[in-house]
Each structure stands twice: as structure tokens, then as C-alpha cells.
């Protein structure tokens, strides 16, 4: 049997983090490694923050 290796599926991964990343500062919307930290952490800080509001909305 023939090798597989990942290409395919990689490429269409770093399209995905891309594309999230697009309208990011230099590095962060064009190199995949700096692309894909900042995407994480924005997407954690997202899932944070739709919890941190409803506590807020629960405070007034």
C-alpha cells in the first residue's frame, strides 16, 4: 500500500485558521503557526465572554 501522508487534509486545516484569521495585525492573518494561537485564544475569549455577559445582564 502507498504512503499517506497528510497534505490534503492540512491544507484544508490551514485554509480553515485562515480564514477565521482574516482582519488580524501582520503575522497573525498570513503565517498558519501565529494564525492558528491567535485564533484559539480568540475563540476561548468568545466562549468567555458570552458567559461573562449573561452574569452582567444578571447583575443590573
Not at 487534509?9 to 492558528?36: C, T
Not at 484559539?40 to 452582567?56: M, P, Q, T, V
Request: charged residues 40%.
Amino acid at each position: 500500500m502507498a504512503r499517506v501522508k497528510k497534505g490534503l487534509h492540512a491544507k484544508k486545516n490551514h485554509r480553515k485558521v485562515l480564514k477565521l484569521a482574516r482582519g488580524y495585525y501582520g503575522g497573525r492573518s498570513k503565517i498558519f503557526r501565529m494564525a492558528n494561537e491567535a485564533v484559539i485564544r480568540a475563540l476561548r475569549d468568545s466562549f468567555r465572554g458570552r458567559r461573562e455577559k449573561k452574569r452582567n445582564y444578571r447583575k443590573l
